[in-house]
């Protein structure tokens, strides 16, 4: 298991994954911050990069926050 801090900027004109650490990452999104949208799509790309289902990815912290707090198993 392990903990990932996500700031994100929903949105964007183009999706982006920055690595700034080990566990620290920049995410942009094209969707808004609306209906759970941009999350979700959070979710997806963090489970791309780590090469994981999207089921083993989750948003522990900062649901409704540009800074979130995410555990992979």
Do not use: W
């Amino acid at each position: 298991m392990q903990y990932i801090h996500v700031k994100v900027m929903p949105g964007a004109g183009r999706e982006s994954l920055k690595e700034k650490s080990k566990d620290h990452f920049e995410v942009s999104v094209r969707e808004k911050a609306e209906r759970n949208m941009a999350n979700k799509r959070v979710v997806e790309l963090m489970a791309l990069h780590f090469k994981v289902p999207v089921n083993k990815v989750r948003i522990i912290n900062g649901h409704r926050s540009p800074s979130k707090l995410l555990v992979v198993d």
